[in-house]
């Protein structure tokens, strides 16, 4: 089993767009590996909120649904309660560097370590086009990390 959370600012965009995108993947891999996947931002103003109407729309476009997540705010236990904690970009991952525990588990990268390197950037306030781009960014990242996921199992 590998546990995997995204994490972006405000949990609205980007990491519930990772959250889809790769839980849509496994859905569709026969003898899938078993992972547990989960998203949260680091910020709190969006809490229990469902994602960003254009993110659930950039999905939809792809047959992903999205519109029954819901925000949640990172804790220091969840470097304990998964495997990997995948920034979208420096900013978040310096503020997770900050929430850590000293003996924190988890692996804490950028996500598109497993892509083409770099950054998500906020599409927040942004057009279409923006969610497009972090859609694109998401999916490659994730396919990478789907080949990672299956060597450590
Ligand atoms: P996300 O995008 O981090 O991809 O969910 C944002 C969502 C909300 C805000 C900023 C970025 N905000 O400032 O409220």
Not at 2 to 9: A, E, G, I, K, Q
Not at 79 to 89: E, G, K, P
Not at 118 to 144: K, N, S, T
Request: with cysteine.
């Amino acid at each position: 089993m590998t546990r995997v959370l995204f994490v972006c600012l405000g949990n609205i965009c980007r990491s519930p767009t990772a959250e889809g995108v790769l839980r849509h993947m496994m859905d569709a891999m026969p003898d899938a590996p078993e992972v547990e996947i989960d998203s949260a931002g680091t910020g709190g103003w969006h809490v229990g909120n469902p994602p960003d109407p254009r993110a659930i729309e950039a999905a939809a476009r792809r047959g992903i649904d999205l519109s029954a997540l819901r925000v949640r705010q990172v804790t220091a236990a969840d470097f304990d309660a998964f495997d990997y904690v995948l920034a979208m970009d420096r900013d978040n991952l310096r503020n997770l560097k900050a929430l850590r525990p000293a003996q924190g588990g988890a692996a804490l990268k950028l996500l598109l370590e497993f892509g083409e390197g770099g950054e998500v950037p906020d599409p927040y306030y942004g057009g279409e086009a923006g969610f497009d781009r972090a859609y694109a960014l998401i999916e490659g990242a994730c396919r990478g990390l789907i080949r990672e996921i299956q060597a450590r199992e």
